[in-house]
């Protein structure tokens, strides 16, 4: 990563995932705040500008395609990138996540390298728009 700290919203209803994938990316330098579903994902967007979103699909209260539609209705947040956190690599799931206004995946499980390589690509998009 750069030296510039970007801000990341990581959105995930699994604990263990959420502490694991916010550590992840401590550890590249970034600052993480999360959410445990799409209703308090959508109070944290509200209140903070992200460089980027992590979205889990299955989430009680709101799942991740309805939050990525509703953050997108917001004409200040359509830049920014929303990433789905997904176990399923099913065409049709991936298909479905694009269509809601996601930009990209990251299949479950994945390793830290993996993780900077996202944010790299969709961050170096976002710094040029």
């Known amino acids: 990563m750069t030296k510039q700290e970007y801000r990341i919203l990581v959105v995930e209803d699994h604990f263990i ?3 694991m994938i916010s550590e ?8 993480v705040d999360t959410a445990s579903n799409g209703k308090e994902a959508l109070d ?5 500008f992200y460089d980027a979103i992590f979205m889990d699909l299955q989430m ?3 799942d991740g395609y309805e939050t990525t539609r509703l953050i ?3 004409k200040t947040r359509q830049k920014i990138p929303i990433i789905a956190l997904t176990a399923n690599h099913v065409k049709s ?5 694009l269509e809601s206004g996601m ?3 990251l299949t479950k499980p994945f390793e830290l390298k993996d993780l900077n390589n996202v944010l790299k690509k969709y961050l170096d998009v976002a710094s040029n728009s």
């Open 72 to 74: 997108r209705e917001d």
């Open 60 to 62: 009680p209260v709101m």
């Open 93 to 97: 799931d991936l298909d479905r996540c």
């Open 17 to 19: 995932n959420l502490e």
């Open 24 to 31: 992840m990316l401590k550890r590249l330098g970034c600052i």
């Open 103 to 105: 930009d990209g995946y």
């Open 44 to 48: 944290c967007v509200t209140k903070n």
